[in-house]
């Protein structure tokens, strides 16, 4: 099984920037979608944005929405979360999560199989 691996996590102020990433050794094809989840305590984890690997194409969470950007490098099977202008209701683990497929009307927000081990963000006021 596949062991995705999440890095970056940390604390920071309101206001302040924080990049997450995560290696996922053998996703070097075109025809799967990445996605960052995240749970906050006492709440059920949550979709935050996903990225088809095929087009490129991103989907944000509202919530999230112009202040995350995700990225990837394929030539490192890296996925990337950029994190601007956090505020405390961001505060959560964040898990990287791919699952394999075509996705031609974008990735789902539910299946995934694989998963990292999850990294800290905490955001204080």
């Known amino acids: 099984q596949v062991q995705l691996v999440e890095s970056g996590g940390g604390s920071v102020q309101a206001g302040g920037s924080l990049r997450l990433s995560c290696v996922a050794p053998g996703f070097t094809g075109s025809s799967y979608c990445m996605g960052w989840f995240r749970q906050a305590p006492g709440k059920e984890r949550e979709w935050v944005v996903d990225?088809?690997?095929?087009?490129?194409?991103?989907s944000y969470a509202d919530s999230v929405k112009g202040r995350f950007t995700v990225s990837q490098d394929k030539a490192k099977s890296t996925l990337y979360l950029q994190m601007n202008s956090l505020k405390p209701e961001d505060t959560a683990i964040y898990y990287c999560a791919a699952v394999i497929g075509r996705f031609l009307y974008g990735c789902p927000k539910l299946g995934y199989n694989y998963w990292g081990q999850g990294t800290q963000v905490t955001v204080s006021s």
């Open positions: 990225i088809y690997t095929g087009s490129g194409i991103t």
